[in-house]
């Protein structure tokens, strides 16, 4: 009974309340400020110090010659021998460097570096959005534990949704990557005890280097 007799008060409180609403003023929603913060006219500023922010190393290079120059002495500090290039674009530009360039299938599982190229660069989190089609494939922007990227300062686009539009325009609806990736620093995990680990998942390294197209 004593029950019952709780449960009637709390409803008639209810229905008292609900009878004489009170009049609460309705906040309207901030429909002027810009979610994110201006990126400003420097693209290749804002997505620099992102991609670096993300644990990303950074290469500016003002031409393929210095491409070149600055891959050898990379590689050469690294002391990697097994450094896989697949895309045709690549070792045409990459042709007279001293480094020796592998591509045969059965040395892959032995593979160091991975050398790709990208879809684009995106300014707001400094990733590198990279696909499946490019002849690099899937494996090559994943399986080495250095990932190298060459791309150009034209790539370099504000948001991702810019990002994915060039992907669009790229390519026709039937022949959509099979695969799309936003690449954003190194593999990382923080599931053992919350310590950051790099290289969990993927490449350690990721090195991006940039050339400037503006002029061309």
């Given at each position: 009974?004593?029950?019952?007799?709780?449960?009637?008060?709390?409803?008639?409180?209810?229905?008292?309340?609900?009878?004489?609403?009170?009049?609460?003023p309705?906040?309207l929603?901030?429909?002027?400020?810009a979610?994110?913060?201006?990126?400003?006219?420097?693209l290749?500023?804002?997505?620099?110090?992102?991609?670096?922010?993300?644990k990303?190393?950074?290469?500016?290079c003002?031409d393929?010659?210095?491409?070149?120059?600055?891959i050898?002495?990379?590689?050469?500090?690294?002391?990697?021998?097994?450094?896989?290039?697949w895309?045709?674009n690549?070792?045409?530009?990459?042709d007279?460097?001293?480094?020796?360039?592998?591509?045969?299938?059965?040395?892959?599982?032995?593979?160091?570096?991975?050398?790709?190229t990208?879809?684009?660069?995106?300014?707001?989190?400094?990733?590198?959005?990279?696909?499946?089609?490019?002849?690099?494939?899937?494996?090559?922007?994943?399986?080495?534990?250095?990932?190298?990227?060459?791309?150009?300062?034209s790539?370099i686009?504000?948001?991702?949704?810019?990002?994915?539009?060039?992907?669009?325009d790229?390519?026709?609806?039937?022949?959509?990557?099979?695969?799309?990736?936003?690449?954003?620093?190194?593999?990382?995990?923080?599931?053992?005890?919350?310590?950051?680990?790099?290289?969990?998942?993927?490449?350690?390294?990721l090195?991006?280097?940039l050339?400037?197209?503006?002029?061309?």
């Amino acid at each position: 009974m004593n029950h019952l007799k709780t449960k009637d008060i709390i409803i008639g409180k209810v229905k008292q309340a609900l009878s004489s609403p009170t009049n609460v003023p309705v906040s309207l929603p901030d429909q002027e400020s810009a979610i994110y913060p201006d990126l400003g006219d420097d693209l290749e500023m804002a997505f620099a110090e992102r991609f670096l922010a993300v644990k990303g190393q950074f290469f500016f290079c003002i031409d393929h010659n210095e491409l070149v120059e600055q891959i050898e002495k990379f590689t050469a500090s690294r002391k990697v021998k097994n450094i896989f290039v697949w895309e045709k674009n690549l070792l045409t530009v990459l042709d007279k460097s001293a480094i020796r360039f592998k591509t045969k299938e059965e040395e892959f599982i032995n593979c160091e570096v991975g050398i790709t190229t990208c879809e684009s660069l995106v300014a707001r989190t400094g990733s590198i959005l990279v696909s499946s089609k490019t002849l690099s494939g899937r494996r090559l922007t994943v399986f080495p534990p250095i990932h190298i990227v060459v791309a150009y300062t034209s790539q370099i686009v504000a948001e991702i949704k810019d990002g994915f539009a060039l992907i669009k325009d790229k390519y026709s609806t039937s022949s959509m990557p099979s695969m799309i990736s936003l690449v954003t620093g190194p593999s990382r995990t923080a599931d053992i005890e919350k310590t950051l680990v790099l290289g969990a998942h993927g490449p350690r390294e990721l090195i991006l280097f940039l050339i400037d197209d503006s002029i061309n």
